[in-house]
Nanobody, 118 residues
């Protein structure tokens, strides 16, 4: 079992920044990839960013150049730095861990609300 706990959400004005953290415990010492997802009201959940066990990163087009995903393996923590935030970034953000064999994400955090005011 792996437990994921997100933190760092909140209310910010457009153009501002937030940094989300996702702390993993349990089985987290194994190699795993981490994804950051978001879900806005009335919309489907979407993958925002992913980082592999060797720190290869991928981003949704909507956040490229504004968001940066990183990880600190010593702390079993993954971060999502969000800059130049827009009102359309408002959503509940979730982290999720993907263990081999790669496929559907295996574990999910509880989510943290990010609200960007115009």
């Amino acid at each position: 079992q792996v437990q994921l706990v997100e933190s760092g959400g909140g209310l910010v004005q457009a153009g501002g920044s937030l940094r989300l953290s996702c702390a993993a415990s349990g089985r987290a010492r194994d190699s795993y990839a981490m994804g950051w997802f978001r879900q806005a009201p009335g919309k489907q959940r979407e993958l925002v960013a992913r980082i592999s066990g060797i720190a290869t990163t991928n981003y949704a087009d909507s956040v490229k150049g504004r968001f940066t995903v990183s990880r600190d393996n010593a702390k079993n923590t993954v971060y999502l730095q969000m800059n130049s935030l827009k009102p359309e970034d408002t959503a509940v953000y979730y982290c999720a861990a993907d263990f081999p064999p790669w496929g559907p994400y295996d574990y999910w955090g509880q989510g943290t609300q990010v609200t960007v005011s115009s």
